[in-house]
């Protein structure tokens, strides 16, 4: 079964596609993963997406517009990848998340938008979506889902093995003596890219190759404010997203120092080594031999030279070693969710969300003929391989 997955993630910055062929092998469900994307959102529309995220006040018709012309985005990208990569048989679309819910620990509910009528409309081919919902219903944050992934494609390596995603935010699945948990850690690329693009640092909107982070220095007061964040004492499992860490935040920890005492340089170095500092304790009290690392903050040198400074004990590597193309995993992971729901497998572990039990996910939107689904599995694949 060939499957388009598609997600716009935490940076707002565009989409990513990744266009996967899953075959049935007895236990082990193998996906030749064929042509990949990314598209960026036009300049206009990611700042208009951005001007309605929280914390800013936004009217329904608003989100409304957004909602049509991220769906409408999301369409062309798809007709895209299939005019490159061949037909396919379902298309998965995450969307955008512009809300996550989140209240005494426990997520209430997530907003994703990105109408997928307009991807059916443009593809005719079937669209899964709202995918993250119908966890949070069972008790579940609905995140991080790549954990359904991560189990598949990992849980077999010695020691115990992290996969971490370094996204808008940093979220980790950890697999130890046969058990699984994940949860979002903090901040990734969120707060350096919020203060790259307000101080129009790189009009590309976040540090490319970690350049800015390189040529400034910790500022030790700032990053002892920005840890003590009640968020990271937290126990899993726990979500978070730009609801908490945002903008404002940063500029919330500036204001207790010294007007101009931190440079922009020193500001995205502090930030940097913020997701260093709390991932580097996470991946120590989880006891891993491996971590692996996928999104599109492990192409900062920066960040992943202070892992590798900070956890010496630690295999560090990214995730095209195990065949998920680091920039495409989440687009993967989305395909392999709408694989498992085809087939009426849950595509959620309750030890990565919380839930109470697995729950198959998502919303169908007919394509241009019937929806025709394959047969029923009833035994789940244990293992994924993925190949190019």
């Given at each position: 079964m060939r499957?388009l997955?598609?997600?716009?993630?935490?940076?707002h910055?565009?989409?990513?596609?990744?266009?996967v062929?899953?075959t049935?092998?007895?236990e082990?469900l193998?996906?030749?993963?064929?042509h990949?994307?990314?598209?960026?959102?036009?300049?206009?529309?990611?700042?208009?997406?951005?001007?309605a995220?929280?914390?800013?006040?936004?009217?329904?018709?608003?989100?409304?517009?957004?909602?049509?012309?991220?769906?409408?985005c999301f369409?062309e990208a798809?007709?895209?990848a299939?005019?490159?990569?061949?037909?396919?048989d379902?298309?998965?679309?995450?969307?955008?998340?512009?809300?996550?819910?989140?209240?005494g620990?426990?997520?209430?509910?997530?907003?994703?938008?990105?109408?997928?009528?307009?991807i059916?409309e443009?593809?005719?081919?079937?669209?899964?979506?709202?995918?993250?919902?119908?966890d949070?219903?069972a008790g579940?944050?609905?995140?991080?889902?790549?954990?359904v992934?991560?189990n598949?494609?990992?849980?077999g390596?010695?020691?115990g093995?992290?996969?971490?995603?370094?996204g808008?935010?940093?979220n980790m699945?950890?697999?130890?003596?046969?058990r699984l948990?994940?949860?979002?850690?903090?901040?990734?690329?969120?707060?350096?890219?919020a203060?790259?693009?307000?101080?129009?640092l790189?009009?590309?909107?976040?540090d490319?190759?970690g350049a800015?982070?390189?040529?400034g220095?910790?500022?030790?007061?700032?990053?002892?404010a920005?840890?003590?964040?009640?968020?990271y004492?937290?126990a899993?499992?726990?979500?978070?997203?730009?609801?908490?860490?945002?903008?404002?935040?940063?500029?919330d920890?500036?204001?207790?120092?010294?007007?101009?005492?931190?440079?922009?340089?020193?500001?995205?170095?502090?930030?940097?080594?913020?997701?260093?500092?709390?991932?580097a304790?996470?991946?120590?009290?989880?006891g891993?031999a491996?971590?692996v690392v996928?999104?599109g903050?492990?192409?900062n040198p920066?960040?992943?030279?202070?892992?590798?400074?900070?956890?010496?004990?630690?295999?560090?590597?990214?995730s095209?070693a195990?065949?998920a193309?680091?920039?495409?995993?989440?687009?993967i992971?989305f395909a392999?969710i709408?694989?498992?729901?085809?087939?009426?497998?849950?595509?959620t572990?309750?030890?990565?969300?919380?839930?109470?039990a697995?729950?198959?996910?998502g919303?169908?939107?007919?394509?241009?003929?019937?929806?025709?689904?394959p047969?029923p599995?009833?035994?789940?694949?244990?293992?994924?391989v993925?190949?190019?």
């Amino acid at each position: 079964m060939r499957i388009l997955g598609m997600i716009s993630g935490t940076s707002h910055d565009g989409i990513d596609a990744a266009v996967v062929d899953f075959t049935p092998d007895g236990e082990v469900l193998r996906g030749r993963v064929g042509h990949t994307a990314s598209t960026p959102y036009p300049a206009e529309l990611r700042a208009r997406l951005l001007a309605a995220l929280p914390p800013a006040p936004v009217t329904l018709a608003e989100v409304c517009v957004l909602d049509t012309l991220i769906g409408q985005c999301f369409a062309e990208a798809a007709a895209a990848a299939i005019e490159a990569g061949g037909p396919v048989d379902l298309i998965v679309s995450h969307g955008q998340t512009v809300f996550h819910w989140v209240e005494g620990a426990h997520a209430r509910g997530t907003l994703q938008i990105g109408q997928p009528a307009w991807i059916a409309e443009r593809t005719g081919v079937p669209v899964l979506s709202d995918v993250r919902i119908r966890d949070i219903t069972a008790g579940g944050h609905g995140a991080p889902l790549v954990s359904v992934l991560d189990n598949l494609l990992l849980g077999g390596l010695e020691n115990g093995a992290a996969a971490l995603n370094l996204g808008g935010i940093s979220n980790m699945t950890v697999l130890r003596d046969g058990r699984l948990f994940a949860y979002d850690i903090g901040p990734a690329n969120a707060l350096i890219d919020a203060v790259v693009t307000a101080r129009g640092l790189n009009p590309q909107g976040y540090d490319d190759g970690g350049a800015i982070a390189a040529s400034g220095r910790v500022h030790p007061g700032l990053l002892e404010a920005l840890l003590d964040e009640p968020y990271y004492r937290l126990a899993p499992p726990k979500s978070t997203g730009k609801e908490l860490f945002h903008l404002g935040y940063v500029e919330d920890a500036l204001a207790g120092l010294p007007k101009g005492e931190v440079s922009d340089a020193d500001l995205v170095a502090t930030l940097a080594e913020l997701t260093v500092r709390t991932v580097a304790a996470e991946v120590r009290a989880a006891g891993v031999a491996t971590l692996v690392v996928s999104g599109g903050g492990c192409r900062n040198p920066v960040v992943m030279d202070g892992l590798r400074a900070a956890l010496p004990g630690v295999r560090v590597s990214t995730s095209d070693a195990y065949g998920a193309p680091a920039d495409d995993k989440e687009a993967i992971a989305f395909a392999l969710i709408g694989w498992l729901t085809a087939h009426g497998l849950p595509g959620t572990v309750p030890g990565g969300t919380g839930a109470s039990a697995p729950r198959v996910l998502g919303t169908l939107t007919p394509g241009a003929g019937p929806l025709v689904l394959p047969a029923p599995v009833t035994v789940p694949p244990r293992s994924l391989v993925l190949a190019r």
